[in-house]
């Protein structure tokens, strides 16, 4: 459908242009900026944390659309929003009160988030559904870009989307981890309304081109 949105990962920008990098994907239609925070304890590698996002949050007008993999998101909330998150993401594997965690994300004002591992089942979701602003449904296990995309991932959006419609949530449903175009149709037609993408828009020589082979995939 024509409202889905394109949220490049930073992670596998240039980070020594990062700026351009940043400039080029807003001047080739995208639509949110993905940032992967990773605390080398939830997830095997370390990434960026506020002072990095404060500085991106100067360069672009996209909304930032702040992916934690950390074990203490609570403590770390405040100086998220501070640097000027727009949507924050947490992983309900990390969240061992997820309600609250929720709670102080929308209390500061900034769409809150949840996220599911591949092998996390659905039905964690039952009881915060209601409460969220975006679903992000992990297509490969956190920790990298440029891993491949986990197939059997495809019936979990599909149950996600059941669940978000009987709840008539306006929720985001974002997928992200190896998507590619060759494979954005099938996750749109699951039921994804916004596709991260890594590799597949800064591996790639026309940006541009890519996000809109990405958003149009599966349209005749
Ligand atoms: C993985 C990150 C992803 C990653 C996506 O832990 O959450 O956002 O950067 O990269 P690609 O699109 O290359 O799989
Ligand atoms: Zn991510």
């Keep these: 459908s024509s409202s889905v949105l394109i949220s490049p990962s930073i ?50 007008k996209l909304p930032l659309d702040v992916h934690l993999m950390i074990t203490n998101a609570d403590t770390f909330i405040p100086e998220f929003v501070a640097a000027g998150a727009n949507y924050i993401t947490v992983h309900v594997e990390a969240c061992p009160h997820l309600h609250r965690t929720i709670q102080s994300i929308k209390e500061r004002g900034v769409k809150a988030g949840v996220t599911l591992n591949p092998a996390t089942p659905v039905s964690v979701l039952q009881e915060i559904l209601a409460d969220v602003d975006l679903v992000l449904v992990m297509s490969v296990n956190p ?28 929720a985001l449903l974002e997928v992200d981890g190896g998507v590619k175009p060759d494979n954005a149709a099938q996750i749109i037609a699951a039921g994804a309304t916004v596709l991260v993408a890594g590799s597949a828009i800064f591996a790639s020589r026309d940006y541009a081109g890519t996000i809109a082979a990405l958003r149009t995939a599966g349209q005749p």
Excluded: Y
């Design 11 to 60: 992670l596998a920008a240039d980070f020594v242009r990062l700026a351009d990098e940043i400039a080029a994907v807003e001047q080739a239609g995208a639509d949110l900026l993905h940032i992967d925070v990773m605390d080398g304890h939830f997830v095997p590698n370390l990434t960026i944390g506020p002072p990095v996002i404060e500085s991106i949050k100067k360069v672009t």
């Design 143 to 170: 920790g990298f870009g440029g891993q491949k995309f986990i197939p059997s991932v495809l019936k979990k959006i599909v149950a996600i989307r059941e669940m978000l419609d009987r709840l008539q949530s306006r």
